[in-house]
């Protein structure tokens, strides 16, 4: 199993930045990939950004050039900074890993809450 922690979230204005952190413990070495989702009140869940193991990124579209993923492979941690902030990025952001052995299984953090103020 995956266990992952997250930190960072808060209160930013609008233009500002922000990192969040995802820290992951237990089998690590079996996580294929990890991804950010964010959900906004009313909203769907969407994907945000993903890194594989191999180190590739994807990003949803509208946020590509203002978001970056990357990982600190040494503290087992992902991280999501985000520039540019606006209101509209206001949302519950969750930490996802993807764990092939066993079995192909998804692994979520308890989310942290963004609020971009205008």
């Known amino acids: 199993q995956v266990q992952l922690v997250e930190s960072g979230g808060g209160l930013v204005q609008a233009g500002g930045s922000l990192r969040l952190s995802c820290a992951a413990s237990?089998?690590?070495?079996?996580?294929?990939?990890m991804a950010w989702y964010r959900q906004a009140p009313g909203k769907q869940r969407e994907l945000v950004a993903r890194?594989?193991?191999?180190?590739?990124?994807n990003y949803a579209d509208s946020l590509k050039g203002r978001f970056t993923i990357s990982r600190d492979n040494a503290k087992n941690t992902v991280y999501l900074q985000m520039n540019s902030l606006k209101p509209e990025d206001t949302a519950v952001y969750y930490c996802?890993?993807?764990?092939?052995?066993?079995?192909?299984?998804?692994?979520w953090g308890q989310g942290t809450q963004v609020t971009v103020s205008s």
């Open positions: 996802n890993a993807e764990v092939l052995i066993p079995k192909k299984y998804g692994y």
């Open positions: 237990g089998n690590i070495f079996s996580i294929n990939y």
């Open positions: 890194i594989t193991s191999g180190g590739s990124t």
